[in-house]
């Protein structure tokens, strides 16, 4: 595919990560016939948020998450958010199998691999609240062989390192999910872009900044992008854009200013790991084990000791450490927060500062605070860590979406929302979290919103059911067939 300035492809992807390279995949996977271009200001795919050691998310099932299980006031624990994260990391099985099945990831093990997913905590109150969270979540069947255990000996099997040296007289909880998983959504992202690239479905241009995108007469979309390398110029007509640029997609919604985004701002958080690289230590943790957030604290500060896989290697993660930057991306600007700013959503941003001088003062703790203080919070989930084993990682920059409420005041979303034209001829993912592990989910939702006329076609219905078997089925209600389908998609990922 080669395309020149006068060349109308039909969709156009404005970054080359995780959600672009899902979203094509599934629409070239439903119609082969488009024809798909890319942009990416980066060398390769995959380097800002999809890249491993910048991602936060790898592997969210609801499993062990605590803030998607929040406490009622009466006791017991509503598990609706960790369902239907649960239920949206099923469609991710579901296509990275039909990826796999396909030939367009060679090797299931080239991205994920089982790991545990634990949940610890301490203290009369939190041990509680997990006890209650556990009685809630196991008898419910997508979360089914959870187990529990305030048994010191017991906990110690499922994590030695978060027990050992702890002091015998706290009492503590944990929960095991044995079928947990460790993602690797920077290996994938370049597995799907490079096949894509490889067969001709896709034509990207790395090092490519776009300059503009508006509107034409015909109501399709111009994009113009500038060479980093040259200062050369690309232009295309698309009839189609999505916008998954992480940090960068408000910036490219407000090029587009369309109505729908005129008021949307962002709240840039940053983030820091203990990064732990000795094989006498990673060879005795093999679990994502995560703990409760301090109060104030933004979700995706949700403090774990973390396994994780990178290029066949294995290493231990532990924080992320939250702060605050002007970047809207790791690789971005120091003025990106600020040139964001205009006169439609100034105000809800100064509105969102107001009404959370609680995260505002917990950002300026986590900012300042001492090496050493920082890593006392590691010694709660790994007593007997010794400095010398660890070192500080700079994890990858999130944009947390403001918005006005329907009060019209400013608030802070800590998810993820899709922002479309009237016409639904464009679409951009804002925000961070659950973020890439349910990247099939949110491709899924563009193609029914914005290619809802192609539904009705019988061959995209019959493709669909064959990327997702579990199409349209309420798995919260089926057991019978959320087991079914465990099985086959754990199968052919040698999960």
């Known amino acids: 595919m080669s395309f020149t300035a006068q060349d109308r492809p039909d969709v156009a992807l404005i970054g080359a990560g995780i959600m672009s390279a899902t979203f094509a995949a599934l629409l070239r996977s439903l119609d082969p016939s488009l024809s798909v271009v890319a942009f990416e200001t980066l060398d390769a795919c995959g380097l800002e948020s999809s890249q491993a050691w910048n991602n936060a998310g790898t592997g969210h099932a609801g499993n062990c998450e605590l803030n998607y299980t929040p406490q009622k006031p009466d006791g017991s624990v509503d598990i609706n958010k960790a369902l239907e994260v649960n239920n949206q990391f099923d469609l991710s099985r579901n296509f990275w199998a039909y990826c796999v099945r396909n030939g367009w990831v060679k090797d299931p093990a080239s991205f994920i691999r089982l ?7 301490w203290g009369e109150k939190d041990v509680a609240f997990l006890k209650a969270r556990h009685k809630a979540m196991s008898s419910h069947h997508c979360f089914e062989g959870m187990e529990y255990s305030e048994d010191p000996a017991t906990i110690t099997k499922w994590a030695p390192l978060t027990m ?93 200013d369309i109505p729908e985004a005129r008021s949307y701002a962002g709240f840039p958080v940053s983030g820091q790991w203990l990064r732990c690289d000795d094989p006498r230590i990673v060879g005795q943790h093999h679990a994502k084990v995560y703990g409760k957030a301090a109060v104030g604290s933004p979700p995706m500060s949700v403090p774990h000791l973390d396994t994780r896989v990178i290029n066949g290697r294995s290493h231990l993660l532990f924080g992320p450490y939250a702060g605050f930057t002007t970047k809207f991306l790791k690789r971005g600007s120091w003025t990106d ?56 990682s700079i994890a990858g920059q999130r944009v947390q979406i403001i918005k006005p409420n329907e009060k019209n005041r400013g ?19 804002l925000g961070a979290s659950p973020g890439a592990s349910v990247a099939a989910a949110v491709a899924l939702q563009v193609i029914e919103t914005c290619f809802a006329d192609r539904l009705s076609d019988p061959a995209w219905q019959r493709r669909l059911h064959e990327i997702f078997p579990i199409y349209g089925i309420d798995l919260k209600n089926d057991a019978e067939t959320l087991r079914a389908n465990r099985q086959q998609t754990g199968e052919i990922l040698k999960i």
């Not at 790991?115 to 905590?121: D, T, Y």
């Not at 503590?172 to 920077?186: K, L, M, N, Q, S």
């Not at 090496?371 to 010694?379: A, E, G, Q, T």
């Open 115 to 121: 790991c545990p997913h634990m949940s610890l905590v």
């Open 164 to 256: 050992h040296g702890r002091d015998p007289s706290q009492k503590v909880a944990a929960t095991f999910y044995r079928g947990g998983t460790d993602v690797d959504f920077g290996a994938l992202t370049r597995a799907l872009f490079g096949h894509m690239e490889a067969t001709a479905q896709i034509k990207t241009f790395y090092r490519h900044k776009i300059t503009s995108i508006a509107r034409e007469p015909d109501q399709r979309w111009r994009l113009t992008a500038k060479s980093q390398t040259d200062n050369s110029s690309v232009t295309v007509s698309a009839r189609f854009v999505f916008i998954g640029a992480g940090g960068a997609a408000l910036e490219m919604l407000q090029a587009a």
């Open 337 to 392: 927060f600020y040139r964001s700013l205009h006169t439609k959503n100034i105000l809800p941003t100064v509105q969102v500062a107001e009404d959370n001088f609680s995260l505002l003062k917990y950002l300026v703790q986590q900012i300042t605070q001492s090496s050493n203080k920082r890593f006392s919070s590691l010694h709660a989930f790994y007593p007997q860590a010794q400095k010398d084993e660890w070192k500080l």
């Open 411 to 429: 608030t802070l979303k800590f998810g993820t929302e899709l922002v479309r034209s009237a016409d639904k001829s464009l679409v951009a993912l």
